[in-house]
C-alpha cells in the first residue's frame, strides 16, 4: 500500500509530470539574489504574482519550513532550443507549455487538498499567465487561482534539481518548467 505522499507524486505523473520527486522543503534551496533576476523581467510590477507585489522572500522561507514535504514537479517543454532567436514565437509556445504546466500542477494541489492536505500550497512555473494582461488597475481576477512562481519566492531551482540529480543548461538544450508543490 502506498503512502498518501507518494499517491500525489504518482498521480502527478499520471497527469503529466516528467519528474515528480518527494524531498524535504528543507532541501529547497531559498536565496534572496533569486528575486533580483526578476527585476528585469517584463513581468516585474506588471503582474499580481511578481514582485514587487510578493511576500518578501524571508516570509516564504519561514512559511516553506513549516512543511513536511515538497513535491517537486518537471514537465518537459515542446519548445525547441533552434527557436531561441526567435522571441515572439519562443514567447507563445513557452506561454502556453507553461500554462499546460500550471493547470496540472494545480490539479495536482487540488488532488493533495482531497486527499486531506488542506494547506498544500502550489508555486507555480513562471509569472502568471492566466490572463492576456495583467491588469494591475484592479486587483486579480483570479484571487483563487493566483500562485507565486518559484522565483518569487526566492527558490534557487537549478541548485534544488541538481540535489535530485536534474540539471539545467543555459542556454537550455531541453527547456523545462518547474513546480514545487508544498504539502503537509
Not at 511578481?50 to 516553506?64: D, L, N, R, W, Y
Not at 494545480?106 to 486527499?115: G, I, M, Q, S, T
Request: with cysteine; hydrophobic share 40%.
Amino acid at each position: 500500500m502506498t503512502s498518501p505522499i507518494d499517491d500525489i507524486a504518482s498521480y502527478a505523473l499520471k497527469r503529466g509530470a516528467m519528474i515528480a520527486k518527494i524531498i524535504s522543503p528543507r532541501d529547497l534551496i531559498i536565496e534572496e539574489r533569486v528575486v533580483f533576476k526578476c527585476l528585469n523581467c517584463p513581468d516585474y510590477n506588471n503582474n499580481w504574482s511578481c514582485p514587487p507585489h510578493t511576500p518578501p522572500v524571508s516570509a516564504f522561507k519561514k512559511m516553506i519550513r513549516e512543511y513536511k514535504y515538497a513535491l517537486v514537479m518537471v514537465f518537459k517543454s515542446s519548445m525547441n532550443p533552434s527557436l531561441l532567436s526567435d522571441y515572439e514565437e519562443m514567447k507563445k509556445i513557452w506561454g502556453r507549455d507553461k500554462k499546460k504546466a500550471f493547470n496540472i500542477s494545480l490539479d495536482v494541489e487540488r488532488y493533495a487538498f482531497n486527499k486531506g492536505f488542506p494547506f498544500a500550497y502550489l508555486f507555480r512555473p513562471g509569472s502568471c499567465n492566466i490572463c492576456p494582461k495583467c491588469d494591475m488597475s484592479k486587483g486579480c481576477r483570479h484571487q483563487l487561482l493566483l500562485r507565486y512562481p518559484l522565483c518569487a519566492a526566492g527558490i534557487n531551482i537549478v541548485k534544488t534539481l541538481k540535489k535530485i540529480g536534474v540539471s539545467l543548461s543555459f542556454p537550455p538544450k531541453n527547456p523545462l518548467l518547474v513546480s514545487i508543490l508544498l504539502i503537509d
